[in-house]
């Protein structure tokens, strides 16, 4: 079995949506993945990221789920996308491109109990590569 290996910037996404998605949803999530390029650049948006990855990985139904949907979805996966915070405990995840590897990565990363952001609405970058 693979280990994963996070935090978050180190885990690898790669960027687009799938044909069909209206323009202004591609300029929102460019506009929202760009906001989390830019916290992550920060000092305050670096020690989120590793805070928000070591958080993650101890949550053993998280690393169970992304197993699960690595067996479900074998193959090669280049997700990228972002937290958006939207309250200190209310997020999403989203990543691209969409489709049925990053729905469900997607799933298995929300609802858990993280460390509040350093404000919101907050975007944290995340990658995820699977070779």
């Known amino acids: ?3 994963i290996p996070l935090p978050f910037r180190a885990a690898s996404l790669a960027v687009g949506l799938a044909l069909g998605t209206p323009a ?3 300029q929102t999530f460019d506009a ?14 670096a020690a989120y990221d590793l805070a ?6 101890k949550v053993p139904a998280v690393t169970q789920a992304m197993t699960a949907c690595l067996r479900k979805h074998p193959g090669n996966h280049a997700l990228q996308g972002y937290f958006h915070f939207t309250a200190p405990a209310a997020y999403t ?3 691209a491109p969409a489709g ?5 990565l997607s799933k298995a990363l929300e609802g ?3 460390p509040a952001p350093p404000g919101v609405p907050y ?9």
């Open 1 to 3: 079995m693979k280990k």
């Open 24 to 26: 202004g949803a591609d």
């Open 32 to 45: 929202h993945l760009a906001t989390a390029r830019h916290n992550l650049a920060t000092e305050a948006g």
């Open 52 to 57: 928000l990855g070591q958080a993650v990985e």
């Open 93 to 95: 995840v989203m990543l």
């Open 100 to 104: 049925p590897f990053a729905a469900c």
């Open 112 to 114: 858990q109990p993280l």
């Open 123 to 131: 975007f944290n970058h995340f990658t995820f590569t699977v070779q």
